[in-house]
Nanobody, 115 residues
Framework: VQLVESGGGLVQPGGSLRLSCAAS????????MSWYRQAPGKERELVAGISSAGGLTNYTDSVRGRFTISRNNAKNTVYLQMNSLKLEDTAIYYC?????????WGQGTQVTVSS
């Protein structure tokens, strides 16, 4: 199993970023997927999850309405569109295999929201 995140970076408050996670080594379309994040000094938290076919999604309250998780099973890729970014969204973002609980993780991509 390999999960490779990309798309992180530095953005101003109110800005947008789109994260991507390329998956390989397993049957991608059979698994729910998720995005987690970990800020300095805090525990890793579930940000969003999506079902295997993409029809069901879930979000933590702090990002609902601002973030959108999606997937392209033909490309073995899951995305996280992040809009209206806030300072408190600064964290390392990880892609996980599994919708509510991840059994494999990527290496993470840094998202920094700063003016």
């Amino acid at each position: 199993v390999q999960l490779v995140e990309s798309g992180g970076g530095l953005v101003q408050p109110g800005g947008s970023l789109r994260l991507s996670c390329a998956a390989s080594g397993f049957t991608f379309s059979s698994y729910g997927m998720s995005w987690y994040r970990q800020a300095p000094g805090k525990e890793r938290e579930l940000v969003a999850g999506i079902s295997s076919a993409g029809g069901l999604t879930n979000y933590t309250d702090s990002v609902r309405g601002r973030f959108t998780i999606s997937r392209n099973n033909a490309k073995n890729t899951v995305y996280l569109q992040m809009n209206s970014l806030k300072l408190e969204d600064t964290a390392i973002y990880y892609c996980g295999r599994g919708r509510f609980y991840a059994d494999y993780w990527g290496q993470g991509t840094q998202v920094t929201v700063s003016s």
